[in-house]
């Protein structure tokens, strides 16, 4: 920090009115916001590789001379590990779509238009002043090669494939990547600027609705379709197929402005590229999520094998023993998930709440879930709930059960992005999983609730209370109160009653035990 304070301080010639730490992202970056006595603000920027961050100086350079909507660097430290750049808001396009994920991919027409303005400017990026982008000062890489396809299979193959336990025939898997790598790679003449990290997280829009670009400093020189899959195949967007047909459509009417597209090689492309995306991604969700015990990568997995599912059915997979082992992979109980949605009771019936119908995918390939079969029937109550407000009321007539404190944690309430959010949220999660207060919290939860429950079952009790209380209500006990709940429905398989009472939430998670 200090670094950083002193690159302000010399840029602008005296000390900021204000900072604010911004949430994490995925990388190790760590982001500040400064703002003036004047009330202008600049984004200021710690990492922790000198080669990353020169990548990116160097391409928002080269971007921000073709006139793109990218941040402007301000000032970079002698150590160039610390820099200054255009602030870009706080509202991204990921942010901005979140009614339509909401709706389970129903966006209305307004969502529909940022998602065609963003992709009709992606095209501008990958061919923008193409003959003097020095591709020798991207990072890792200058280019999508055969080993850079190789570490992404491998990621696949030994975070996520062999986590599941699946037998396979490593031999012949090896000959169909090899294959699959050849196809990826040919055409290369054809090759431009690959974004890489082409999502809806890393656009940011202006008031007017305008995309700007952030986090472009692993591209390289690559083929385009791979930009589209990343974008339009986003595990948790749920972008409807008539939808993503519309946005590749408006994708290659812009691309002719920079290319001679050949619109049906394109679109033959493309499937491989979804499919080789997909295979990425999952191999990044099983190392964070299986690995690392996150939350969000986790919850990301069950979608990702649902697009995976449909491709194979769609043909998109022509690698014979792959795809054997692909189909066999995603008829795994594990992820055989399926959740039916109904309105929460109260609230006008606007909510819906989430009813688990198996076993959690995060259980596949890793420890078994254990089944009880108490005397029961035992109904688990969890609540969240706001000191301020006083600890929930027992009704039961049994005397009270558990009450957990969360304000130890780290407060995602402190920062402006998150107060109109909940626990519930997905920004809120990746706050609270990344950071790790919580997850270490919840373990000590964790180990006395299934210790409880399973005692409490096999005495036949019918009732048990927990609540978990915050300043507000709103982040931190609803996050550990509905985790509870998932874990205990998981774990159990009896029936939850959640209510996130300052929320006016209340579900159901019903009883597996028929």
């Known amino acids: 920090m200090e670094d950083l304070f002193r690159l302000y301080n010399e840029w602008a010639g005296c000390a900021p009115q204000n900072v604010e730490q911004l949430p994490g992202a995925g990388s190790n970056r760590t982001y500040y916001r400064f703002t003036s006595s004047e009330g202008k603000t600049l984004i200021g920027v710690k990492g922790t590789s000198r080669e990353e961050n020169e990548a990116f100086i160097y391409l928002s350079g080269h971007f921000g001379r073709c006139g793109l909507s990218v941040p402007q660097?301000?000032?970079?430290?002698?150590?160039?590990?610390?820099?200054l750049q255009s602030d870009l808001g706080r509202l991204s396009l990921f942010d901005a779509l979140a009614g339509g994920r909401g709706r389970g991919g129903s966006y209305n027409e307004e969502e529909r238009m940022l998602l065609r303005r963003t992709i009709a400017e992606l095209p501008r990026i990958q061919f923008a002043d193409i003959e003097n982008l020095d591709f020798g000062r991207c990072y890792p890489i200058s280019s999508m090669d055969k080993t850079s396809v190789f570490f992404d299979l491998n990621y696949f193959k030994y975070c996520f494939l062999k986590s599941t336990g699946l037998d396979f025939n490593e031999v012949r898997l090896q000959r169909d990547f090899e294959a699959m790598c050849a196809d990826l790679l040919d055409d290369e003449e054809r090759h431009a600027f690959q974004y890489r990290d082409f999502q809806a997280r890393n656009v940011m829009l202006n008031e007017e609705g305008r995309p700007y670009f952030i986090d472009y400093q692993g591209g390289r020189r690559g083929p385009v379709e791979y930009d589209v899959a990343s974008f339009l195949w986003q595990a948790s967007a749920r972008y409807p197929s008539a939808l993503r047909e519309e946005l590749i459509q408006v994708y290659a009417d812009a691309a002719r402005s920079f290319t001679n597209m050949d619109e049906v090689?394109?679109?033959?492309?493309?499937?491989?590229f979804v499919l080789f995306r997909t295979l990425q991604v999952l191999g990044a969700y099983g190392f964070r999520g299986f690995f690392e015990r996150k939350k969000y990568f986790l919850d990301s997995i069950e979608p990702a094998i649902r697009n995976l599912r449909g491709l194979l059915a769609e043909g998109a997979c022509p690698y014979p023993y792959l795809y054997e082992l692909l189909s066999r992979m995603t008829e795994l109980p594990g992820f055989c998930t399926e959740s039916a949605e109904r309105p929460l009771a109260g609230e006008g019936?606007?909510?819906?709440e989430k009813v688990a119908a198996s076993e959690p995918v995060a259980a596949c390939g890793r420890a078994s879930v254990s089944k009880y079969d108490g005397k029961g029937p035992l109904v688990v109550r969890v609540f969240s709930f706001s000191y301020r407000k006083g600890i929930p009321e027992d009704t039961s007539g049994n005397g009270g059960g558990y009450v957990f404190d969360c304000?130890?944690?780290?407060n995602p309430g402190r920062y402006?992005?998150?107060k109109k959010l909940t626990g519930l949220d997905e920004p809120v999660i990746r706050f609270l999983e990344e950071d790790g207060e919580i997850l270490t919290f919840l373990e000590s939860v964790y180990k006395l609730a299934d210790t409880h429950v399973e005692r409490y079952m096999k005495r036949g009790f019918t009732d048990l209370m927990f609540a978990f209380g915050c300043t507000g209500g709103q982040h931190r006990s609803v996050?550990?109160?509905?985790?509870?709940?998932?874990?205990?429905?998981?774990r159990f398989g009896i029936e939850i009653h959640v209510f996130h009472r300052e929320q006016g939430i209340r579900q159901i998670l019903p009883s597996r035990k028929g």
């Open 407 to 410: 304000r130890s944690t780290h």
């Open 265 to 272: 090689r394109f679109k033959e492309r493309m499937r491989l």
């Open 349 to 352: 019936g606007e909510k819906k």
């Open 416 to 418: 402006e992005s998150y």
């Open 479 to 490: 996050y550990s109160a509905q985790h509870l709940a998932e874990h205990l429905a998981a």
């Open 73 to 83: 660097i301000v000032a970079v430290s002698a150590g160039r590990l610390c820099y």
